[in-house]
């Protein structure tokens, strides 16, 4: 009787232990369909800046871009972001637009790349919040017999001319100062 009892008790805790494993592989697929919807491919912080250094947030070789920042010192505007273009001659296969004019959104087909943190050296409890957006477009290019895309200067400016151009990706950036003022 002991035995068929310690048999029965041995069976409850395995069937308990099976249960509790397929919660735990339930939860781990479920988690990241729950995610939030705003959530970033990849989060950063960079390093601490100080009041007045220009420092690189971003670069967006695609947009021929690169985001600039600065915490500023001024209570109104304390952190302040610029698109520079990267080089004369680079030639964009993206644009870069401005966030609000963009109001890009996972709805519209837009997708959070990164969040990057900059924290303010002389005040560390404020940081600035740049994310950064993409908005992919899908482009079927031909491939010649060789699995080339080939793109010739003539054919390309009859499209133009047909106002037959191709979409290209966007990109656009937030900006957010989180944090207490220290000053």
């Excluded at 273009?85 to 993206?94: I, L, M, V």
Aim: proline fraction near 8%.
């Amino acid at each position: 009787m002991a035995v068929a009892r310690a048999q029965r008790r041995q069976a409850e805790i395995f069937r308990q232990a099976v249960l509790l494993a397929v919660l735990v592989a339930v939860a781990a697929v479920a988690a990241p369909l729950l995610a939030q919807p705003d959530t970033p491919e990849r989060e950063r912080t960079g390093t601490p800046q100080a009041v007045g250094a220009v420092h690189t947030v971003r670069t967006i070789p695609e947009a021929c871009t690169r985001l600039e920042g600065v915490f500023t010192g001024d209570r109104a505007q304390p952190y302040r972001l610029d698109a520079v273009r990267t080089a004369p001659a680079c030639q964009p296969r993206a644009r870069y637009v401005d966030f609000a004019e963009a109001a890009p959104s996972e709805s519209q087909g837009w997708v959070l790349k990164d969040a990057i943190r900059i924290p303010d050296a002389s005040c560390p409890s404020r940081q600035a919040v740049v994310r950064v957006w993409h908005q992919p477009v899908e482009q079927t290019l031909e491939r010649d017999g060789q699995g080339q895309v080939r793109i010739y200067l003539q054919d390309a400016q009859k499209q133009a001319a047909a106002g037959d151009m191709r979409p290209l990706p966007q990109f656009g950036a937030q900006l957010e100062v989180e944090g207490t003022p220290c000053r």
